[in-house]
T-cell receptor, first 117, second 113 residues
């Protein structure tokens, strides 16, 4: 159980275009989803926290108008990278948690590798 | 959240126990110790967590010192597939439902044949 999927797994786009990444919890309802970004040879950096039905909370330094997050249901959150540029090329990872008392471990998706040309 | 300190890298022979240390001297009384690992180009994987008692599951054991200022993750019989970056993270209580994981640099464990 506790499987999180991401789509697409890999995307290449031209500079200036927008890219949408989906994160789904397949066998549980995720009250909270998180989005991370990871550059080569670096650790994961939390970008934002997303609760179903409410606006995402962004970490300091993350542009909310550039990284649009929608959490419309308990099993789906999307991250849209708007007007992508080469510096946005990175590994984007989502995670989900049920948020139930006593079990707060996050379940991570396999990641999406974005390359902006 | 409390900060953690881990060695940047460790080697372990296949079949031997891997002991990964973590210092968290500023941990608060109600904060948990969580361990995750990330195999290259994959999403992180939850391993284990604990508050003050030692914990064991099918993947690993977690030993937390009595003063809770440090802990050790033990992989009892390391295999080549355990080669990964291991992250020790301090987290607010599960019931808080905030659950933000702040990843440090972790320990790169290389299991060698």
């Amino acid at each position: 159980g506790a499987v999180v999927s991401q789509h697409p797994s890999r995307v290449i786009c031209k500079s200036g275009t927008s890219v949408k990444i989906e994160c789904r919890s397949l066998d549980f309802q995720a009250t909270t989803m998180f989005w991370y970004r990871q550059f080569p040879k670096q650790s994961l950096m939390l970008m934002a926290t997303s609760n179903e039905g409410s606006k995402a909370t962004y970490e300091q330094g993350v542009e909310k108008d550039k990284f649009l997050i929608n959490h419309a249901s308990l099993t789906l959150s999307t991250l849209t990278v708007t007007s992508a540029h080469p510096e946005d090329s990175s590994f984007y990872i989502c995670s989900a948690t049920t948020g139930t008392s006593g079990a707060n471990e996050q379940f991570f998706g396999p990641g999406t590798r974005l390359t902006v040309l | 959240d409390a900060k953690t300190t881990q060695p940047p890298s460790m080697d372990c022979a296949e079949g031997r126990a891997a002991n990964l240390p973590c210092n968290h001297s500023t941990i608060s009384g109600n904060e948990y110790v969580y361990w995750y690992r990330q195999i290259h180009s994959q999403g992180p994987q939850y391993i284990i967590h604990g508050l003050k008692n030692n914990e064991t599951n099918e993947m690993a054991s977690l030993i937390i010192t009595e003063d809770r200022k440090s802990s050790t993750l033990i992989l009892p019989h390391a295999t080549l597939r355990d080669t990964a970056v291991y992250y020790c993270i301090i987290l607010h209580p599960p019931s808080s439902n905030t659950g933000k994981l702040i990843f440090g640099q972790g320990t790169t464990l290389q299991v060698k044949p």
